[in-house]
């Protein structure tokens, strides 16, 4: 699983992430959280950066 969490969201907080990670497929280590820095909550996958990192996950499930 991965989370893409945006530094600046209000929605998802750190210590929502910090539970993620003890919880489900954090628990199992199957979450990665990737931390979009000047986002707020959904990064729009429109910087060449934030996009790389999303074919990466992908790229290495396959």
């Known amino acids: 699983m991965l989370c893409l969490h ?3 969201s209000d929605l998802v907080l750190p210590e929502t992430i910090q539970k993620m990670q003890q919880r489900g497929p954090g ?3 199957r ?20 996009l790389e990192r999303v074919a990466a996950f992908i790229d290495a499930a396959a």
Request: with cysteine; hydrophobic share 40%; aromatic share 0%.
């Open 27 to 29: 628990a199992a280590g």
């Open 6 to 8: 945006g530094v600046q």
């Open 31 to 50: 979450l990665q959280v990737v931390e979009v820095q000047g986002c707020g909550h959904a990064p729009a996958l429109n910087v060449p950066d934030q």
